[in-house]
Nanobody, 123 residues
Framework: QEQLVESGGGLVQPGGSLKLSCATS????????LGWFRQAPGKEREFVAT????????ESADFVKERFMFTRDGGKNTIYLRMNRLEPDDTAVYYC????????????????WGQGTRVTVSS
């Protein structure tokens, strides 16, 4: 059983920024594709971004565009989601996820979920 521990959520004004973190074990970091989903109030959970266990190209949803940056730190076994120019529509609970491949992660075939961290964008 792997644990994914998110942090960094909170209340931010429109146009502001937040950086989410997801800490995991060394085994999970090097074995699984890791990524982010989000679930807005009253909506289904949706894919945000992912990267393979060996690194490589980040895959992200169309709405991410150039506002969100997905990075990883092997020294800390942690992935990050830097969110800029936040909009009210970005309000959601953000979940860290682990899957056997980026393809499976994008399809929602997730092996492990974090507990989620809430992001609220409001003035």
């Amino acid at each position: 059983q792997e644990q994914l521990v998110e942090s960094g959520g909170g209340l931010v004004q429109p146009g502001g920024s937040l950086k989410l973190s997801c800490a995991t074990s060394r085994r999970a970091y090097t074995t699984y594709a890791l990524g982010w989903f989000r679930q807005a109030p009253g909506k289904e959970r949706e894919f945000v971004a992912t990267i393979g266990s060996a690194g490589g190209t980040t895959e992200s949803a169309d709405f991410v565009k150039e506002r969100f940056m997905f990075t990883r730190d092997g020294g800390k076994n942690t992935i990050y989601l830097r969110m800029n120019r936040l909009e009210p529509d970005d309000t959601a609970v953000y979940y860290c996820a682990a899957a056997l491949s980026t393809k499976q992660l994008r399809a929602g075939e997730v092996a492990y979920w974090g507990q989620g961290t809430r992001v609220t964008v409001s003035s």
